[in-house]
C-alpha cells in the first residue's frame, strides 16, 4: 500500500501551508506516502528572472535567499540549512554573469533550485514534528530523462530505477518535483508546473495506489475559479476529459500528468490543502452512470492562427506531408487544423518561430500568421449523447458578442475548441460557463432550448 501525495507551489508557499501539509501528511501514514513537493510558489519564476538578470550582468540571489531564510526561522529550523545551496547557487550566477549566456541546460539547473530548497525544508519540518522524512532529489531517486532541457521526458530505465532506490528508503521521502538528470549527468526539468507529471511518474513506477495532487481548490472545477467565481468541483472525470482539459489550458494538472497513471490504471484524485476534508476529483478510466453533457470549460491563451494559401498546390498529394514535415523538423505542435479547398488553416503557440516556417514554405504557398488567440475549449465524455452542445456553444458566444475563427471537434467528441481574440478569452469561458451551468432550463433562451 502506497500512495503519492503532490503538493504545489501553493500548497508549500509559506510556513502555515507546510504546517498544514504535515498534518495532512501524518494523517496518512499508514498509506506509506512518497512525498512530491513543488518549490515555494512563485519562487521558479524568480530564478526564472535572476537567470535572466545574470545575462545583463546583473543577479540579484539576495531576496531569494531571504525568503527561504524567513521560511526556516518561521518553521524553527537550522538557519544554515540551506547554506551549502544558496552558496551553490551564487557560483552558478557568477558563470552566467561571466560568460553572459543562458542555454536551455543552464537555464534548467537555475530553476532546478527552487524544487532542491523546498524539499529540504519541507523534510526537516516533518522531521522536527516527528515524521521520519528524507528530503531526496529526483534524480537520486532514478528519474533519469531525455535531454530535451525545458520539456524532458523519462527515460524507459527510469521505471525500474525509481523503484529499484526508493524501496529501500526508511521513513518518508520527501522528493523534488519537475527535475530530473539525462545520462550525461545534466539537470534537466519537465516543463512548467511538471511537479504533476512527476507525481505521476513516481506513482507509476512504484505502482502506488494512488496518485494524488494537493492544490490550492476544490479539484478539478467546471471552469478556472479565477475566471469564473461560480465554477463547481467536479466529482469525478475519465483520464481522457482531464488529459484534454490539461492540454487546453486547465492548469490545475501538467498536460503529461495523466500519461503515466493511464499505463497502470493508477486513480488520479485532485484535492484541497486548504479544506483537505473536501472530497475533490477523482479520475479514472471509467465513470459509471450518465455523465452531463459538458464536464468543464477552459481557455489557452498565446496561440497564432496560420493560414497556408496555396492556389496551386493545395489539391495535390504530398502537400500536406511537406507542410507538416517543416513544423515536425522545428518540433512545432499543430493543435487545430482546417481544411478549405485553396487554403489549410491551423493553431500553435505564438511563440513558436513562425518566420522560419514561412521562409522554408515560400515557394509552395503563402502564410499569414496572427497572434493574439485563445483557443476555449469545451470537454465532456457527455458531448457524445449530447450533439446540441455544438449549436449551443455556437448561440452562447453569438450571444455574447464572439464569433469563433475556428472551430473544431475531433470524432472522438470530448472535446469541442473554438478560436477568439485572446481579449475575448475570459468573456467567452464566462458565457460559455453560465450556459451550460448555471442557467436553470427556464433561463435558457428559446432558440438555444431548441437546439437542445
Ligand atoms: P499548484 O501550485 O498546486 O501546482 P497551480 O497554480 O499550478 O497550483 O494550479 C492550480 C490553479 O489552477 C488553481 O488555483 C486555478 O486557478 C487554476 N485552474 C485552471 N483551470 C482550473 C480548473 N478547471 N479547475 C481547477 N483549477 C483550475
Ligand atoms: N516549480 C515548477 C513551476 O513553477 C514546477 C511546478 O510547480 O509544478 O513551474
Ligand atoms: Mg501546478
Known amino acids: 500500500m502506497t500512495i503519492v501525495m503532490k503538493f504545489g507551489g501553493t500548497s508549500v508557499a509559506d510556513a502555515e501551508h507546510i504546517r498544514e501539509v504535515a498534518r495532512i501528511v501524518r494523517e496518512r501514514l499508514a498509506r506509506k506516502p512518497v512525498v512530491i513537493v513543488s518549490a515555494h510558489a ?11 538578470d545574470a545575462v545583463l550582468g546583473h543577479a540579484d540571489a539576495a531576496p531569494l535567499a531571504e525568503r527561504h531564510a ?9 538557519p544554515s540549512l540551506l547554506a551549502p545551496l544558496l552558496h551553490e547557487i551564487e557560483t552558478l550566477l557568477k558563470g552566467i554573469e561571466l560568460v553572459r549566456e543562458l542555454s536551455a541546460r543552464t537555464r534548467d539547473m537555475v530553476h532546478s533550485f527552487g524544487e532542491r530548497l523546498s524539499v529540504r525544508t519541507v523534510a526537516a519540518h516533518f522531521c522536527s514534528v516527528g515524521i521520519p522524512a528524507v528530503a531526496i532529489d529526483a534524480f537520486d531517486a532514478g528519474l533519469i530523462t531525455d535531454s530535451n532541457y525545458g520539456r524532458a521526458r523519462p527515460l524507459p530505465e527510469a521505471e525500474k530505477k525509481i523503484y529499484e532506490t526508493l ?16 545520462l550525461n549527468g545534466h539537470i534537466t526539468t519537465l516543463g512548467r508546473n511538471g511537479s504533476d507529471y512527476s507525481g505521476a511518474i513516481f506513482g507509476n513506477a512504484l505502482n502506488v495506489e494512488e496518485i494524488q495532487i494537493w492544490t490550492d481548490v476544490d479539484g478539478v472545477m467546471t471552469a478556472d475559479p479565477r475566471v469564473v467565481p461560480l465554477a463547481q468541483s467536479i466529482p469525478e472525470m475519465t483520464y481522457e476529459e482531464a488529459g484534454e482539459l490539461a492540454y487546453y489550458g486547465g492548469k490545475v494538472l501538467h498536460p503529461a500528468t495523466i500519461q503515466p497513471a493511464v499505463a497502470k490504471k493508477i486513480p488520479v484524485r485532485v484535492l484541497n490543502t486548504k479544506k483537505p476534508v473536501s472530497p475533490g476529483t477523482l479520475i479514472e478510466q471509467r465513470v459509471p452512470g450518465d455523465a452531463l453533457p459538458v464536464t468543464s470549460i477552459t481557455s489557452r491563451r498565446g496561440v497564432a492562427m496560420l493560414n497556408v494559401i496555396s ?5 495535390q498529394s504530398g502537400f500536406m506531408a511537406r507542410l507538416f ?3 515536425g523538423k522545428r518540433e512545432i505542435v499543430i493543435d487545430h487544423i482546417a481544411t478549405s479547398e485553396v487554403s489549410v488553416t491551423l493553431t500553435t503557440d505564438a511563440h513558436s518561430d513562425l518566420e522560419s516556417i514561412e521562409r522554408a514554405l515560400k515557394e509552395i504557398a503563402d502564410l499569414e500568421v496572427e497572434r493574439g488567440k485563445a483557443t476555449v475549449s469545451i470537454v465532456g465524455r457527455g458531448m457524445r449523447s449530447h450533439p446540441e452542445v455544438v449549436s ?16 473544431t471537434q475531433s470524432a472522438l467528441r470530448s472535446s469541442l475548441s473554438l478560436l477568439v481574440e485572446e481579449s475575448q478569452a475570459s468573456a467567452a469561458v464566462r458565457a460559455l460557463h453560465q450556459s451550460f451551468f448555471e442557467m436553470a432550463p427556464a ?10
Not at 512563485?42 to 535572466?52: F, K
Not at 449551443?392 to 472551430?407: D, R, V
Open 311 to 315: 492556389t496551386r498546390m493545395l489539391g
Open 392 to 407: 449551443k456553444a455556437l448561440l452562447t458566444l453569438h450571444q455574447a458578442g464572439i464569433a469563433p475563427q475556428l472551430i
Open 325 to 327: 514535415d517543416e513544423f
Open 443 to 452: 433561463d435558457i433562451p428559446r432558440a438555444a432550448r431548441a437546439g437542445a
Open 167 to 182: 524501496r529501500n528508503i526508511p521513513g518518508v521521502p520527501v522528493i523534488t518535483g519537475y527535475i530530473g538528470k539525462d
Open 42 to 52: 512563485g519562487v521558479t519564476d524568480q530564478l526564472d528572472q535572476i537567470g535572466r
Open 70 to 78: 524567513k521560511l526556516l526561522h518561521d518553521l524553527g529550523l537550522d
